[in-house]
């Protein structure tokens, strides 16, 4: 597999996404949703700023892009998170996971991907194997929301794609956490910035801000210049399946006959998507 350097960071990736999960689910009893992406983003541009801080510098053409990636990257999170107050977490999984279908329709537009009859298996795949993971049954008024927030990381997974060829990757992520942190911190403000100091919450914020989003999505727009959209979504698509793990191993939260199976097919076409073209930089 000549791509495996760049598959494995995205797999990588995923797998501390969904590390996060349990995680992220406990440190919510202190703060609120929004609070903590505040906190998260603005811990995580920071970092990465001590680091890069010459990048930024070097690389202010790269401010109007990352501002576009910094918008759709927050109305992922902010639809997702207000989504959830009026669906199941089941259902939000599944439709949230349907930015994989959404990622290669925006591929076409923004920069010209086209699908191979092995990706649209590996789509189906996929897909299939997050309906019987999530366990979905019924829709509920916030599956709307939900529904926009697959739409916006599907933009801005094809974004990625786009602006990786030609901007700085340190930049790119560096302005578009700190974009997410700017945007969010207005609807924290808007609640009264609740929050309850616990060492959980420090460690999920310290944790999720620094693995998950600094290093995180730095590995994910360096990896987005070999990798297309349309096979990064695919790949993506193991993070509920980590999530599981995870959420077994801490919580004690079961998967079950169809979430295994689910799971599986979710890992084959994880590896059809991965198996797919070379690692020569994209044009």
Not at 27 to 38: E, K, N, Q, R
Not at 48 to 71: E, H, Q, T
Not at 176 to 197: D, H, K, R, T, Y
Not at 244 to 251: A, D, E, K, R
């Amino acid at each position: 597999m000549r791509n495996l350097k760049y598959v494995a960071g995205l797999v990588s990736v995923s797998l501390v996404w969904g590390a996060t999960f349990p995680l992220v689910k406990e440190s919510l009893d202190y703060i609120t949703p929004m609070g903590f992406v505040t906190l998260r983003f603005l811990l995580a541009s920071l970092v990465l700023l001590l680091f890069y801080a010459g990048n930024v510098r070097k690389n202010r053409k790269a401010l109007k892009p990352s501002l576009m990636l910094g918008i759709f990257l927050f109305l992922g999170y902010a639809f997702q998170t207000i989504g959830l107050d009026y669906t199941t977490s089941s259902n939000a999984g599944f439709i949230t996971g349907l930015y994989v279908v959404f990622t290669p329709i925006f591929s076409y537009f923004i920069v010209k991907e086209k699908l191979t009859a092995r990706i649209v298996l590996a789509l189906v795949l996929s897909l299939s194997g997050m309906y019987l993971l999530s366990g979905v049954s019924g829709f509920n008024p916030g599956d709307i929301l939900e529904l926009l927030c697959a739409i916006a990381y599907g933009i801005h997974v094809a974004l990625i794609g786009k602006f990786s060829r030609s901007y700085d990757a340190p930049t790119l992520t560096v302005m578009q956490l700190f974009f997410v942190f700017f945007f969010s911190s207005f609807i924290w403000g808007a609640e009264g910035f609740p929050m309850v100091a616990s060492p959980l919450l420090v460690f999920g914020i310290v944790f999720t801000g620094i693995f998950a989003s600094a290093i995180g999505i730095l590995v994910q727009v360096h990896s987005q210049r070999y990798i297309p959209p349309s096979r990064a979504a695919i790949i993506f698509t193991t993070e509920p399946v980590f999530a599981g793990i995870f959420s077994y191993i801490f919580l004690g939260e079961t998967l079950g006959t169809f979430g295994m199976i689910g799971a599986s097919l979710i890992f084959i076409s994880m590896l059809l998507a991965a198996s797919e073209g070379g690692n020569r930089e994209l044009p």
